[in-house]
């Protein structure tokens, strides 16, 4: 669902693109923590805030961080 604002953001398509872990943490809404394949041994961490069901609102891109590796940890930012 956030594919296409970290595509914007980079400026640049990713045909791989695949979520392989995930931490929550509950907020006015929740900050989900998404580590993502993106190809090769390429890996990003997402932040991603999804509001209250009552707020109807769209998941969004809150940060991110490129230039990770499978093996780095999935920690908060």
Do not use: C, W
């Not at 980079?10 to 580590?35: C, H, P, R």
């Not at 961490?45 to 990770?68: I, M």
């Amino acid at each position: 669902k956030v594919k296409a604002q970290v595509e914007e953001k980079e400026g640049k398509t990713f045909d791989v693109f695949t979520a392989v872990e995930f931490k929550t943490q509950l907020v006015a809404g929740t900050n989900y923590f998404i580590k993502v394949h993106v190809g090769n041994e390429e890996f990003m961490h997402l932040r991603v805030f999804k509001s209250l069901p009552h707020e109807n609102e769209q998941l969004s891109l809150h940060s991110y961080q490129g230039s990770k590796t499978k093996h780095d940890e999935l920690a908060y930012f």
